[in-house]
Nanobody, 123 residues
Framework: VQLQAFGGGLVQAGGSLRLSCAASGRSFSGYAMGWFRQAPGSEREFVATLSQTGLTKSYADSVKGRFTISIDDAKNTVSLQMNSLKPEDTAVYYC?????????????????WGQGTLVTVSS
């Protein structure tokens, strides 16, 4: 599965961005999806995950209530809507696919990764 994340950019604090992840040549059927991020000098961290059924969503405490993960089956994309952005949200954001049913907060449980898209939030 080849994943491509896009939609990053520069936004002011308090603003919004919508990231998308597309799978080339196939749907996300059979995979739980996740978003992770990595800030400069920091380890990659969990942001959100969506189960294979699309019914179960989990978020990191730092983004809960501000970010929403969703799937658009018609477009074969998984999105991360980010609202009320803060400077500490600045990072490269990665989408990932896992064969597990519910996804995971652990990056090692994901089988495929996109190349990342940079989000910069200015204060």
């Amino acid at each position: 599965v080849q994943l491509q994340a896009f939609g990053g950019g520069l936004v002011q604090a308090g603003g919004s961005l919508r990231l998308s992840c597309a799978a080339s040549g196939r749907s996300f059927s059979g995979y739980a999806m996740g978003w992770f991020r990595q800030a400069p000098g920091s380890e990659r961290e969990f942001v959100a995950t969506l189960s294979q059924t699309g019914l179960t969503k989990s978020y990191a405490d730092s983004v809960k209530g501000r970010f929403t993960i969703s799937i658009d089956d018609a477009k074969n994309t998984v999105s991360l809507q980010m609202n009320s952005l803060k400077p500490e949200d600045t990072a490269v954001y990665y989408c990932a696919a896992s064969r597990s049913m519910f996804g995971s907060i652990r990056s090692r449980e994901y089988d495929y990764w996109g190349q990342g898209t940079l989000v910069t939030v200015s204060s």
